[in-house]
């Protein structure tokens, strides 16, 4: 058992004699230079792109007045039927026998 246990540890051994060191490819620095220096290609918005988010924009915010609309009116309806029952004494605390 010993014995082999040593011919594993030898082999392990034996099998890092012949690693080197890793090379990279000698252009990579110059291709990655290449890419950031690279033009890029300009933007170019057409009338029918912005006229889409234009539309977009106001769309959206239409949404949002009138989600706001209603829940002003929501509060105003709740605050009104708040005070026409305490005024006429109908809440869940109030008990009358």
Do not use: C
């Not at 990655?32 to 290609?41: C, F």
């Not at 977009?56 to 026409?84: D, R, W």
């Amino acid at each position: 058992m010993n014995n082999h246990l040593e011919n594993k540890i030898d082999k392990t051994l034996q099998s890092i004699d012949g690693i080197e060191r890793a090379t990279g490819n000698p252009f990579l620095y110059g291709k990655i230079m290449n890419k950031m220096n690279a033009d890029r290609k300009a933007i170019v918005y057409t009338g029918k792109v912005v006229f889409r988010y234009a539309f977009l924009i106001l769309v959206l915010a239409g949404i949002n007045f009138f989600t706001l609309y209603k829940k002003e009116k929501s509060t105003k309806e709740k605050m009104i039927s708040e005070a026409f029952a305490s005024e006429y004494f109908i809440n869940s605390k109030t008990f009358e026998y």
